[in-house]
């Protein structure tokens, strides 16, 4: 599989140029991003949450406590609605209404699954730590059975959703490109410092 299926929920309707499908595209805005917000309904009433994320194949994974309530609606069979952003960049126009922001988003519709088979979980876990960090999942202790059973992992399998990006300057109306205002494009970076080392072991 190439593309993305497109649903009537997934195809872009608002600026569909700004749309993309390409799997591989869409997937590299997964990884890259650190967070996710999962959402589902509740009689009536919206939960949201925000939580660290991974992906291996066509399985998205999050992990929380087992005692999760907005983990148990979705086990319970309630449709997750899971956002991914990056923002890139403010897009600073000659006027107020063109101003924008350039980002790389992706939406996702999918029901959770209970990630129940002990090798299949202590395996997705590692992956996280891998995520965290190249051969973290060696270097750390593993999760004893005590900590498994309180963490639960759900899988969302990634079959219904699409990505938007707005990449580039300000769209200024013509009218607009004499005026006395300038313009431009602040870029905005999300970078990872300099790991600060715990020195407290053995204290």
Known sequence: ????RKTERTR???LPKRAEYDVEKVNAIIDEALICH???QVGGQPLLQPTVHWREGNQL???????NGLFKALLEGNEACIAITHLDAIVFARSAFHHSVNYRSVVIYSKARLVDDQDEKRHSLDQLMEKFQAGRSVEARPAN????KATSVLAFELDELSAKIRTG???DDPEDMLLPVWAGVQPIMTQRGEIEFDTTAGA
Not at 1 to 4: C, G, H, K, L
Not at 61 to 67: C, D, E, P
Not at 145 to 148: C, P
């Open 169 to 171: 300057g300000p769209v």
């Open 61 to 67: 994974y999050v992990h929380g406590s087992s005692k």
């Open 38 to 40: 999962v959402s589902t």
């Open 1 to 4: 599989m190439t593309q993305y």
């Open 145 to 148: 059975e005590i900590e498994l």
């Open 12 to 14: 872009v309707k608002r």
